[in-house]
């Protein structure tokens, strides 16, 4: 695949909120220190036997992290969108223990090392400070997700997903909004920890609250409302 020119990966380094204190020269510096990975759709960026430091700039694409249980079923714990950094590092308390990083399309990722990181932050704090809140609302997150497998139900585990689906990626239609990644119920059900046929189960019982609508594979949140109720259902 052709090099992307420099324009074009400023303008996407750019766009990553940790990123966005840095001047055009220093993004420009960190283009010429983190070269860009294509990887394709399906292609795993990153596995539980890599001991290498490295944090991945997510400047196009999409990425799922996942594990997988003792019994071998995977979980996905969150899917990451571009612009953003994710990865494994002990100076940013980021740990990735025994997790994949998978394309869900193709993408583009940078790396930065240990030392790039470092560097970063010595000459612009301000990134130190983002990146140190985004962690901060990862690990609120991962905490939220963890209570819902303990304290809820299939149904409203699934209402719970829906509702950050629409919250991360959602457009406003005529007739509510629509999640424009057709997810498969054996995707959502990576996502909440269940199987494929309890989902189904699952958003036959949002379709018939009112709360959600599939149309041509895609879902839509017709009831917000609706659909809140029954992820604050235990």
């Given at each position: 695949?052709?090099?992307?020119?420099?324009?074009?990966?400023?303008?996407?380094?750019?766009?990553?909120?940790?990123?966005?204190?840095?001047?055009?020269?220093?993004?420009?510096?960190?283009?010429?220190?983190?070269?860009?990975?294509?990887?394709?759709?399906?292609?795993?960026?990153?596995?539980?036997?890599?001991?290498?430091?490295?944090?991945?700039?997510?400047?196009?694409?999409?990425?799922?992290?996942?594990?997988?249980?003792?019994?071998?079923?995977?979980?996905?714990?969150?899917?990451?969108?571009?612009?953003?950094?994710?990865?494994?590092?002990?100076?940013?308390?980021?740990?990735?223990?025994?997790?994949?990083?998978?394309?869900?399309?193709?993408?583009?990722?940078?790396?930065?090392?240990?030392?790039?990181?470092?560097?970063?932050?010595?000459?612009?704090?301000?990134?130190?400070?983002?990146?140190?809140?985004l962690l901060s609302e990862r690990l609120h997150e991962t905490e939220t997700r963890l209570a819902e497998l303990t304290h809820k139900d299939v149904t409203a585990r699934l209402a719970s997903q829906v509702l950050r689906l629409r919250?991360?990626?959602?457009?406003?239609?005529?007739?509510?909004?629509?999640?424009?990644?057709?997810?498969?119920?054996?995707?959502?059900?990576?996502?909440?920890?269940?199987?494929?046929?309890?989902?189904?189960?699952?958003?036959?019982?949002?379709?018939?609250?009112?709360?959600?609508?599939?149309?041509?594979?895609?879902?839509?949140?017709?009831?917000?409302?609706?659909?809140?109720?029954?992820?604050?259902?235990?």
């Open positions: 695949m052709p090099k992307m020119p420099l324009e074009e990966e400023v303008r996407l380094l750019s766009m990553v909120d940790v990123l966005e204190p840095l001047s055009e020269e220093e993004l420009e510096e960190l283009a010429r220190r983190a070269p860009d990975t294509h990887v394709e759709q399906g292609e795993t960026i990153y596995t539980p036997e890599e001991n290498s430091e490295r944090l991945f700039v997510l400047k196009r694409g999409r990425v799922r992290v996942y594990k997988i249980d003792p019994e071998g079923h995977e979980l996905t714990l969150s899917v990451v969108e571009d612009g953003t950094i994710l990865g494994e590092m002990a100076l940013t308390g980021q740990h990735l223990p025994g997790v994949y990083l998978q394309a869900l399309k193709p993408s583009v990722v940078a790396t930065l090392k240990r030392r790039d990181l470092e560097h970063l932050i010595l000459k612009a704090p301000e990134v130190g400070l983002r990146l140190v809140r919250e991360n990626e959602g457009v406003i239609t005529g007739e509510g909004c629509k999640i424009p990644t057709r997810y498969t119920h054996e995707q959502l059900a990576t996502m909440i920890g269940s199987k494929r046929v309890p989902v189904t189960r699952a958003f036959r019982k949002l379709e018939e609250a009112g709360a959600v609508e599939l149309k041509d594979r895609h879902m839509h949140v017709t009831d917000f409302e609706a659909l809140k109720r029954v992820a604050e259902a235990e």
